[in-house]
Each structure stands twice: as C-alpha cells, then as structure tokens.
C-alpha cells in the first residue's frame, strides 16, 4: 500500500513558478513510476508528467512541454513537479499518481496505468 500526499500549490501570477511535491509512504517507493494529472473545473482529468522508477525516463503532455520538469528522489520518497511561465489554463488540482506496473515509458500517460492517487493540491494562475 503506497499512500501520496501533494504539497506546494498555491497563488501565483501568470508567468511565475512553483514546485510540487509529491510524499509517498512505503519502502518500495523507488519501485514506481509516477506521475501527476490535472483536473480543472467542469473538464476532464488530463495527464501532466511522469517518470519512471529510475529517473530514466520522462514524459510529458505537449501543453506543459519545456516549461514542467518532472524529477525524484528516491532516498526521499519524493516525486517533484517544477512548473515554469505558467499560463492562466494551468489552473486546476494537481494530483500525484504511483504505478506499481512496468510499461513502456508511454503507457504512463494513462490513468488507468496508476494503482494509487494523492489527494490533490490546487493551483491557481491569476492573469
């Protein structure tokens, strides 16, 4: 059993950064891929970003391509998001996912590939 908690949403003008994080309990945290996903109001959950067990492998949705790095630590247990010139459309809950599955690097930006969920931070970009 994995269980993940986000931290470091929040208020942030167009433009500005911030980081996520992404604390999962566990020993078998380096044995995951992870990833985050986004919901904004009245829209679909959408894919962000993820990285597999190892850091090799990064993907990423094409809306948040150059600007979101996705990153872990894994004598930390901790999956981070650095979100860079964010647009107002970023605005939505972020939510961390843990896939205990190995799948070809692309497979991970499908939500149904996670076997568990955070329960999401909120961030909000003001034009």
């Known amino acids: 059993q994995v269980q993940l908690v986000e931290s470091g949403g929040g208020l942030v003008q167009a433009g500005g950064s911030l980081r996520l994080s992404c604390a999962a309990s566990?020993?078998?945290?380096?044995?995951?891929?992870m990833g985050w996903f986004r919901q904004a109001p009245g829209k679909e959950r959408e894919f962000v970003a993820a990285i597999t067990w190892s850091g090799a492998n990064t993907l990423y949705a094409d809306s948040v391509k150059g600007r979101f790095t996705i990153s872990r630590d894994n004598a930390k247990n901790t999956v981070y998001l650095q979100m860079n010139s964010l647009k107002p459309e970023d605005t939505a809950v972020y939510h961390c996912?843990?896939?205990?599955?190995?799948?070809?690097?692309?497979?991970?930006?499908?939500?149904?590939?996670?076997?568990?969920w955070g329960q999401g931070t909120q961030v909000t970009v003001s034009s």
């Open positions: 996912a843990a896939s205990s599955q190995i799948y070809y690097s692309d497979a991970y930006a499908h939500a149904q590939k996670y076997n568990y």
């Open positions: 566990g020993r078998t945290f380096s044995s995951y891929a």
